[in-house]
């Protein structure tokens, strides 16, 4: 089992930058790949990036590509440097590792699915 605490969240002003972390505990020793999610009010949840804990290779939303970062600072923690923050950016972000982020970035499978508790950006206009 792998336990997800997300930190970082708050609120910001159009324009400004947000880092959230992700720190995993339990059996990391099995991730695969670890992912941010987000969810706005009255809409699904969706991908903004993963990445492999292997190759390292990432995989971006459209609407986040060239302006938020995704990265491994451990080999238990994950990273999401966002920029040039939006009003649209707002959401609930989750943290994951397991199928939900692994289909984006890897073929192997972990054959789990866990998710943080979540943390709440606000870009205000």
């Known amino acids: 089992q792998v336990r997800l605490v997300e930190s970082g969240g708050g609120l910001v002003q159009t324009g400004e930058s947000l880092r959230l972390s992700c720190a995993a505990s339990?059996?990391?020793?099995?991730?695969?790949?670890m992912g941010w999610f987000r969810q706005a009010p009255g809409k699904q949840r969706e991908l903004v990036a993963a990445?492999?804990?292997?190759?390292?290779?990432t995989n971006y939303a459209g609407s986040v590509k060239g302006r938020f970062t995704i990265s491994r600072d451990n080999s238990n923690t994950v990273s999401l440097q966002m920029r040039s923050l939006k009003p649209e950016d707002t959401a609930v972000y989750y943290c994951?590792?397991?199928?939900?982020?692994?289909?984006?970035?890897?073929?192997?499978?972990?054959?789990?699915?866990?998710w943080g508790q979540g943390t709440q950006v606000t870009v205000s206009s």
């Open positions: 339990g059996s990391i020793f099995s991730i695969v790949a």
């Open positions: 990445i492999s804990s292997s190759s390292g290779s």
């Open positions: 994951n590792t397991g199928g939900s982020s692994e289909r984006y970035v890897s073929g192997r499978r972990s054959g789990y699915d866990y």
